[in-house]
């Protein structure tokens, strides 16, 4: 088991506004991620020793974690994705905006998409990083995006919600009247986009433990100190071959049941794929004031309610409506999942026209060219396709433009197609 020396970071919410950096929570201090792997962020391993702990089992650790309830803490994330995959730059489009906004603020072309929130965290999907992360319940919670040159800050305090970028002095406003509220004690506020709600070591832990029936093996595979706390290590592995993970480690803390560290490690080896945890974390309730923003002097200040607004009433009729999703998994034979487990595959029916097949000239031509030059053909009693492929997700698209897409190798796409067929 590898292990590092902790990562240190300065301590403090450093913007220019005095914001002291402290506490975070289990359900999940906005932190995102975008792609098809669906939880693609990491953090670089912070083991320092391995201490002596009281022996436990890997269902009473299990236990411990689902019983967990901190509502607060604060801490330093570092951020590392490794997919195989280009790096990704901020872009905008038609994902996100607060509030809900189809496009609006977070839209390409929005007056405020520097400041958008899915603009700025598309660039977690690959590459190293560095988050400052705090959180006082449901209702309270902060992350900063810490650059070289630029801090990115992510505030939501109640039914208000601050998106601010150094970098272009740009802050973005928003409401969400019923974040956090009725109940709802353990997710992330209604007007923060979807991205961040599920990207924490904790939730990351929560989702690969409910993978963890008669397809997995989990154990607990001793101890490691993850920001200056003791740990258990907990090591679930898929019992399922074609599985492209080779395998997932949760550091759970000793006290408190809080995972600390999830890193997944794909079957072929190599760096972890998907590694997220705090090189520093403290257990306390936060200062009011990490949680209070005012915009700098001289930035530009963007209504994000009005923005998502206007980008409604301009561009809603051409945004698809649910109908139309609706039409669309009728009409392509509708969304599937076939197999169990960590085999499970996705597979939406093709309506007959596929990817170029190479024999057209010109445009067309060029097109099988560049997809022969970044997925491999194969072959079957399908017909045929073209695989593409990362370190842990692989997608086969049939030339009758049917998609087979899962956490699988190459072998169990094809013979998923054939058995389709």
Known sequence: MPRNEPTQVTDGWDEGRSLKRRKAVRYGVPVA?????????????????????????????????????????????????DLGL??????????????????????????????????????????????RVAADGPEKQRVSIIDKAAEYSLVHNGNEVWAYDSGSNTA?????????????????????????????????????????????????????????????QLLIKPKQAAS?????????DAANGVPLKFTLTPKSGGAAAIDVGYTNVDFAKPAASTFSFTPPKGAKVVDGDKEAAKDRREHGKNLPSHQDAKDFQKNRGGLKVIGKGWTSIATIKGAGAGLPSGKEQGA????????????EKVHGSFGSGRVFSTRLVNALVTDHGTVYVGAVDKQALIDAANAAK
Do not use: C, W
Request: no cysteine; proline share 6%.
């Open 86 to 131: 280009p790096s990704l730059p901020g872009a905008g489009g038609a994902a996100g905006g607060f509030g809900g906004g189809q496009a609006g603020a977070g839209g390409k072309g929005g007056d405020g998409a520097s400041a958008a929130p899915q603009n700025k965290l598309m660039e977690l999907a690959s590459g190293a990083h560095t988050l």
């Open 244 to 252: 492209t993970v080779g395998s997932i480690r949760v550091a759970v």
């Open 172 to 232: 973005m406003h928003s409401t969400a009247p019923d974040a956090g509220r009725h109940g709802k004690q353990h997710q992330a506020p209604e007007g923060l986009p979807k991205g961040l709600k599920s990207a924490t070591p904790q939730d990351l832990a929560k989702q690969a433990l409910k993978a963890a029936g008669d397809t997995t093996s989990v154990t607990v595979d001793g101890t490691a100190t993850v920001a200056g706390r003791d740990a258990y």
């Open 364 to 375: 067309g031509g060029d097109a099988a060219k560049f997809l022969d030059s970044i997925g």
């Open 33 to 81: 991620v975008a792609g098809v792997a669906a939880a693609t962020i990491g953090l670089v391993p912070a083991f320092a020793g391995s201490p002596d702990l009281p022996k436990i089992s890997a269902q009473d650790l299990i236990a411990k974690v689902a019983k967990s309830d901190v509502q607060q803490l604060s801490g330093t994330v570092r951020v590392s994705t």
